[in-house]
């Protein structure tokens, strides 16, 4: 019911920035809430930052508070993740992610739609 598409992986220094941007398309209500996960080498898939659809609340992993950011532009029905001062650790394969209700869910066994993925190195 609905497509995400991501974009804005790439490689990247330590200490550096990058923007990844998700685009929503298809049958997204109001009440679908998008957000991002990521996936190291040998990890488990894990929730990064989460925004509602309609009241805009965020919400974000302690690795990452204080670095990244989400935001969304609701004409355009995307949302994007500003991640700076970035850190080896960081790299992974970042998900698009969404589900109707209230929030987006941190558990990504519980989520409805996925994104293909693209690829963050971060290199020291």
């Known amino acids: 019911q609905v497509q995400l598409v991501e974009s804005g992986g790439g490689l990247v220094q330590a200490g550096g920035s990058l923007r990844l941007s998700c685009t929503a398309s298809g049958r997204t209500f109001s009440n679908y809430n998008i957000g991002w996960f990521r996936q190291a080498p040998g990890k488990e898939r894990e929730f990064v930052a989460g925004?509602?659809?309609?009241?805009?609340?965020?919400y974000y992993a302690d690795s990452v508070k204080g670095r990244f950011t989400i935001s969304r532009d609701n004409a355009k029905n995307t949302v994007a993740l500003q991640m700076n001062s970035l850190k080896p650790e960081d790299t992974a394969v970042y998900y698009c992610?969404?589900?109707?209700?209230?929030?987006?869910?941190?558990?990504?066994?519980?989520?409805?739609?996925w994104g293909k993925g693209t690829l963050v190195t971060v290199s020291s």
């Open positions: 992610a969404a589900n109707g209700g209230l929030y987006l869910y941190t558990q990504a066994s519980n989520i409805n739609y």
């Open positions: 925004i509602t659809w309609r009241g805009g609340s965020t």
